[in-house]
């Protein structure tokens, strides 16, 4: 590489929960940098979950074990060896990781039916944390894809 690799950016933590996790997860959420509505939207999605899941887990534990529920450990990159395409499965950063469970969870929720974003995302949390829903089912998908070329993980890079 010719430039220095740039710098990790610090994210500051959400003001109402105080975690970083939340203030990435927002950050994903936001569209054309209106921040303080998709802060909005995700804490009226945690009060939808809180008022519909009736547990004895706060709403914020909900939702990092949804999180957790979808994040992928494995996915395929394409490898050109020898003129052949190979789809080699290869294990994912955390940092990745987390981008990627969040990234599907927001995507997911924006493809449901429903009246308001807060009420999609309130779902595809309760779906996720219940190992269902869409973003359940592309976590599967990347897994179920990497197990059958297992045979090209020796080509990993």
């Known amino acids: ?4 690799k740039p710098k990790k950016r610090v994210i500051l933590p959400d003001p ?10 927002v950050n994903h ?3 054309d940098g209106k921040k303080n509505t998709s802060y909005s939207v995700f804490y009226t999605a945690l009060e939808i979950v809180t008022n519909k899941m009736k547990s004895e887990q706060p709403a914020l534990e909900i939702w990092k074990q949804a999180l ?9 990159k394409s490898k050109r060896i020898g003129g052949a395409t190979f789809q080699v499965p290869t294990e994912i950063r955390a940092d990745r990781k987390e981008s990627i469970s969040m990234k599907n ?3 997911f929720a924006r493809k449901r039916g429903g009246h308001s974003m807060a009420e999609k995302l309130a779902a595809e ?10 973003a359940f089912k592309r976590k599967e998908d990347m897994h ?7 045979a090209f ?3 990993r890079f």
């Open 1 to 4: 590489m010719r430039k220095a």
């Open 16 to 25: 109402v929960y105080g975690e970083v996790m939340v203030a990435k997860f």
């Open 29 to 31: 959420l936001m569209l």
């Open 68 to 76: 957790s529920n979808i994040t992928p450990l494995v996915e395929v």
């Open 105 to 107: 969870m927001i995507l």
């Open 125 to 134: 949390i309760m779906d996720a944390f219940n190992n269902q829903g869409g």
């Open 144 to 150: 179920r894809m990497a197990e059958a070329n297992r």
């Open 153 to 155: 993980a020796h080509f």
